[in-house]
């Protein structure tokens, strides 16, 4: 089991920005973060790989940026040009598997998450 402890959620203006923190007990092969709004299916937000490998759902590319720093064992998810779509519980995830894809299942660890909420 790998813990993960999602922090840095927070309110902020459309047009603003949020960095997102993931506290990690190790540094897996394929880490990610996935969000989900009120009512709405979870959905993947950005993917990284040991190599360092990112990819990121179409809807954020150009505007969030995913990392790690695997000395202190955390993920980050720095956020910008944030709007109300955005709004969402963000989770960070985990897994050990040789792809690095959108899909759920593929991620047995997950956070708590943490809540970004978009508004005027």
């Known amino acids: 089991q790998v813990k993960l402890v999602e922090s840095g959620g927070g309110s902020v203006q459309p047009g603003g920005s949020l960095r997102l923190s993931c506290a990690t007990s190790?540094?897996?092969?394929?880490m990610g973060w996935f969000r989900q709004a009120p009512d709405k299916e979870r959905e993947g937000v950005a993917t990284?790989?040991?190599?360092?490998?990112?990819t990121y759902a179409d809807s954020v590319k150009g505007r969030f940026t995913i990392s790690k720093d695997n000395t202190k064992n955390a993920l980050y998810l720095e956020m910008e040009s944030l709007n109300p779509e955005d709004t969402a519980t963000y989770y960070c995830?985990?897994?050990?598997?040789?792809?690095?894809?959108?899909?759920?299942?593929?991620?047995?660890?997950w956070g708590q998450g943490t809540q970004v909420t978009v508004s005027s």
């Open positions: 990284i790989f040991r190599d360092g490998r990112t």
């Open positions: 190790i540094v897996t092969w394929c």
């Open positions: 995830v985990a897994g050990w598997m040789a792809g690095c894809r959108f899909v759920e299942n593929e991620f047995p660890n």
